[in-house]
C-alpha cells in the first residue's frame, strides 16, 4: 500500500483468489467452511483452500476436469493427507 493507496499490485492476489473462488463455483464446488475445503459430490473431489491458494488457475481447471477414473474421493492438498483425514471426510462429505 503506497500513501494509503492500494497499488495495482497489491490487489493482484485478491482478484487471483475471487477468478479462483469463481471457477471452482462454476464448476459446481461449494466450500466446506469446517474442513477449509472446497468440493464437489458428483466428481468426487476436495481441494483444500492451501492448494487452491498454491496453484495456478491454469493447473486448477486442469485439475477439475481431469478423470480420475476413481470410485472414491480424490483430495487435492499440499501435503498427503493421511488415511485417517481420508476417511473422515468421505464420511463427512457423503
Not at 476436495?46 to 470410485?71: K, Q, Y
Request: hydrophobic share 35%; proline share 3%.
Amino acid at each position: 500500500m503506497i500513501g494509503g493507496i492500494m497499488s495495482v499490485r497489491d490487489s493482484r492476489p485478491l482478484r487471483e483468489a475471487k477468478m479462483k473462488k469463481d471457477i471452482l463455483r462454476e464448476a459446481d464446488y461449494r466450500y466446506n467452511f469446517d474442513r477449509d475445503i472446497y468440493f464437489n459430490r458428483e466428481a468426487k473431489k476436495a481441494f483444500s483452500l492451501e492448494f487452491v491458494d498454491d496453484t495456478p488457475e491454469e493447473e486448477l481447471v486442469r485439475r477439475i476436469r481431469e478423470s480420475t477414473g476413481s470410485a472414491g474421493w480424490t483430495f487435492y492438498f499440499n501435503s498427503n493427507p493421511s488415511e485417517g483425514v481420508k476417511r473422515e471426510l468421505e464420511r463427512v462429505l457423503g
